[in-house]
Nanobody, 113 residues
Framework: VQLQASGGGSVQARESLRLSCAISRSIQSVNAVGWHRQVPGKQRELVAYISGGSTNYVDSVRGRFTISRDYAKNTVDLQMNRLKPEDTAVYYC?????????WGQGTLVTVSS
């Protein structure tokens, strides 16, 4: 399974970005899809995920970020609005199939004040 993340870039605070993750197989039967982020020197953090019919967000992004999936395109997107400098990180998409976890290569998001 291959995941290809795109959409990162450099923006000013309060602007928006949309990340997209293209997946090389159908996502209809996967257990979960999600986005994580990592700042150098810190642990990778779960930002948002969809599992079954449930969508969940870390408190720091709830109300600003929206995760979505497209079964026809096999993509998982992360719409990020009202970005803050503390959102600066490398963002990784992830899918979980049974006990296996698959990761994309990461896309850098830089938010300046």
């Amino acid at each position: 399974v291959q995941l290809q993340a795109s959409g990162g870039g450099s923006v000013q605070a309060r602007e928006s970005l949309r990340l997209s993750c293209a997946i090389s197989r159908s996502i209809q039967s996967v257990n979960a899809v999600g986005w994580h982020r990592q700042v150098p020197g810190k642990q990778r953090e779960l930002v948002a995920y969809i599992s079954g019919g449930s969508t969940n967000y870390v408190d720091s992004v709830r109300g600003r970020f929206t995760i979505s999936r497209d079964y026809a395109k096999n993509t998982v997107d992360l719409q990020m609005n009202r970005l803050k400098p503390e959102d600066t990180a490398v963002y990784y998409c992830n899918i979980r199939i049974a006990w296996d976890s698959f990761w994309g290569q990461g896309t850098l998001v830089t938010v300046s004040s």
